[in-house]
């Protein structure tokens, strides 16, 4: 499997941007499909983005499209997640995440986790 590091949280205003980065080890970052998650206080964690391999396609959730993108430097071994107009409800612990299932939106569908980076966005 392959390890990752998630960092870039803090806590923003609404309306702030907040780059995210994920770091990957271990294994050929540019194998593996890459998405970031996000879960709320006592909700479940929810799909915000995937990235093909070669960082071509991207998907997103409806709550951020428009407002976040993700991207990847396979040289870099690193994922991005550019968030702006950032709304209290994005507020969440944000992983990252690696799997082998072409752009699932399913975190069953992910093998590898990074550890999370919370986000706060006050009002």
């Known amino acids: 499997q392959v390890q990752l590091v998630d960092s870039g949280g803090g806590l923003v205003q609404a309306g702030d941007s907040l780059r995210l980065s994920c770091v990957a080890s271990g294994r050929t970052f540019s194998n593996y499909i890459m998405g970031w998650f996000r879960q709320a206080a006592g909700k479940q964690r929810e799909f915000a983005a995937a990235v093909s391999w070669s960082g071509d396609v991207t998907a997103y959730a409806d709550s951020v499209k428009g407002r976040f993108t993700i991207s990847r430097d396979n040289d870099k071994n690193t994922l991005y997640l550019q968030m702006e107009n950032l709304k209290p409800e994005d507020t969440a612990a944000y992983y990252c995440?690696?799997?082998?299932?072409?752009?699932?939106?399913?975190?069953?569908?992910?093998?590898?986790w990074g550890q999370g980076t919370q986000v706060t966005v006050s009002s």
């Open positions: 995440a690696a799997g082998t299932v072409y752009m699932a939106r399913s975190p069953d569908e992910y093998e590898s």
